[in-house]
Each structure stands twice: as C-alpha cells, then as structure tokens.
C-alpha cells in the first residue's frame, strides 16, 4: 500500500511539473526575447534592417504569439525607421486577446508593452495638445503685438502732426 501511494505521488508531483513546463519554457522565452530587443538595440545600419526584415519574414511565414511579439519589440525600437505603434497595438492586442483565461508569460509582456505604448501615445497626444494651445497663444501675442506696433505707429503719426502744426505761424 504504501508503494502504491509513493507511486501516485511522484506520478502527481511529475504531472504538476509537466503542467509547470509550459510556463518555464514560456518564462525562458521572454527573457530570450528581451535579450534580443536589447541586442538589436544596440545594433545599426544594415545589420539592424536585416534583423528587422527577418523577424518580419518569421511572422509572415507562421504567425504565432511569438513571432509577434517579436515582430512588436523590433517595431519599438528606439529611432528605428520602421517605428509603428499602431500596428504594434494590433500585434500584441492578438497576443493579450489570445483565447484562454489563464496568465502567461507572454501575455503579461504583451499586456506591459500594450500599457507602456498606450501610454506614451497618450502623452504625445497630450503633448501636441499643449503645443497646439502654446501656438494659439503665441498667434494671438503676436496679433496682439502687431496691433500695439500699429498704434504706436499712430500716435507717433499724430505726435509729429501737432509738432508740425505748433511749428507753423
């Protein structure tokens, strides 16, 4: 009997770690990832282009929640000409919307930079919109100067006039 309980133990202890695999296999592979993003960060010219047009070609060929966050992280790169965060929304909203309840390495990665772009977006448009306020202002000072030069510009006219006037006999 107490064989029989040793065996179904280890036999649930090895069915829990298989049921762990997936998410240490998924955890090494979002850390390989950001491993990667920090790579071609520091890559430039045509070795990045190159990077860039081969894990745009993986996602082409087999999209999967991998190759999109892939695809998404090499599209966040700092001054990389192919910056699009609009598509990268579209690539990791596929990612964090993936059917299925349960948390996974990649979806909270998916979730962080989906909140960090959302954001960033949301501070630029913030931004814009103070830059568009400070340009309004700015317009109008200066409507508001040219009005004032304009009647400087008049009274000094009729200084001179009633100088002239008081000059004549």
Excluded: N
């Amino acid at each position: 009997m107490r064989r029989l309980v040793a065996a179904l133990a280890a036999l649930l202890l090895l069915a829990g770690c298989a049921s762990l695999r997936p998410a240490a296999d998924e955890a090494a592979e979002v850390v390989a990832m950001l491993a990667r993003y920090d790579r071609l960060a520091t890559l430039k010219g045509e070795e990045l282009r190159h990077e860039f047009s081969a894990t745009q070609e993986a996602h082409d060929r087999a999209p999967s929640d991998s190759t999109r966050l892939h695809l998404a992280l090499a599209m966040l790169l700092p001054r990389a000409p192919w910056r699009d965060e609009g598509r990268v929304l579209l690539l990791l909203g596929a990612v964090a919307a993936a059917p299925g309840e349960q948390r996974s390495p990649r979806r909270d990665l998916a979730q962080f930079l989906l909140t960090m772009v959302t954001e960033r977006q949301r501070t630029q448009h913030d931004e814009q919109r103070k830059l568009d306020q400070l340009g309004s202002q700015l317009r109008e000072e200066r409507r508001k100067g040219e009005d004032m030069r304009k009647k400087i510009e008049s009274l000094l006219s009729i200084d001179k006039d009633m100088r002239t006037r008081r000059r004549e006999p």
